[in-house]
């Protein structure tokens, strides 16, 4: 089995309902966060899963609503007694800032910190992120305004699989990542360099073949959600949803 629950869905400015996009995938006993976002530590107490189970984070791009999180999340956890090591994957220029970041807060001075280890992930289609055997995630670039993967998750004892585009505007390379999948988390930042409308979002669910298109990553101000699910369907005829914070998605036979 397989679950994603929903821990942000906003795009760069978040509200009391909304925080910045980010998941928790939960998967072949690997707790893994996809992004981090404001302080994953009360999200994740929402939802009732000990910080102490995150056993990895996948960094997509480094935007501040999308890693600024890591350090209280590091620091939460190590003041709340971990001691497991934990691996944090994304690009390598992504995990450079990442790790300069941190030693911006000292943190090789904090006494009895647990092991933190870096992977970094080739900036090529279908880069392999992590695989055991319930569970593959791959990477590919798609494009932002900086170096962005989305993401390709495969359960393969189930024969499910989904796909994130991450911030993007549209591009073939996210077409190809979710080739046949059942759920496509597609960003709909709106029509802007870097990002997709959710009509655009609804013509890449179509190309791709995706049984389900999940809008995300959405503008909650100034704007009428309402549209968005009827502007996505004008171009794909599958299901479409708005995604919320703290909805669930179990993947199962
Ligand atoms: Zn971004």
Redesign the pocket.
Known sequence: MGKITVLGSAS?VPDEQHENTHFLLQADERNILIDCAGNPIQRLSRVGVDPDSITDIILT?F?P??VSGVPMLLMGMWLLGRQAAIHIYGLDETVERMEAMMDLYYWKNWPDFYPVHFHGVAEEENSVVLVTDGLRIFASPVR???P?IGLRIEFPKIGKRMAYSC?TQPCPSVVRLAEGVDVLFHEAGGPFV?HTSPLQAGEIARQAGAKSLYLIHYPIRGEETGNFVADAKKLFDGPVYLAEDLMTLEFTE
């Open positions: 760069a791009h935007h609503d999308h932002h305004l900086i962005t911030d870097g």
